[in-house]
């Protein structure tokens, strides 16, 4: 679950972002609309924690993780949240299937091969395990980025505009994915999109506008 109240950001020490609160229970999908630079992406962000709030606060799961240490936010992050960032971030060095174990690793977990394998199956691209991310379409990568967000079963995935580059069929296609994927594991999803097409789709809505 997560909750948040009275988020405010400050970028540049003079614009000041204010957003909305938040409910977003397990098993619950919430969409975030809104036009580019209203700070969808840095809602995401800050609920994802990969930034800090200028004030408020932010629960996942019970856990006020704005009074967390870096370290303690590290593991956190790892064990509670996946997230899918807009553009992929793969070790390009190493296997699909590697770059899941390392997830795995990073987040404190015992590395689970068969788990990791049975994930990519799950998703379509189980035979392309040991390839490396750098030989995969971009409908592949964008499977192995759902794949990595949820290896550790989280609490909560945060998608970053899944299907603003994708045309109709496929964004049916990713969305019924992230939606499938959220509930076998019972983690709240939130997508964070400009895409008017998922409107009809999620009648769990926040639009945000410019403050």
Known sequence: M?????????????TVLSFPDIICKDNDILLLLGQSGVGKTTLLHLIGGLMQTSSGSILVNGKDMERMSSSELDHFRGKNIGIIFQQSHFVKSIS??????????LAGKDSDKRHCQALLDRLGIGYKANDKPSNLSQGEKQRLSIARAI?????????????????????????????????????????????????????????????
């Open 2 to 14: 997560i909750e948040t109240k009275d988020i405010t950001y400050s970028y540049d020490n003079k």
């Open 96 to 105: 699909v299937i590697e770059n899941l174990l390392l997830a795995q690793s």
């Open 151 to 211: 290896v550790n079963d989280p609490k909560v995935i945060l998608a970053d505009e899944p299907t603003s580059a994708l045309d109709d069929h496929n964004c049916e296609e990713v969305l019924k994915l992230l939606e499938e994927q959220a509930k076998s594991i019972g983690a709240a999803l939130i997508i964070v999109t400009h895409d008017s097409r998922l409107k009809d789709r999620i009648p769990h809505q926040i639009i945000l506008n410019q403050s």
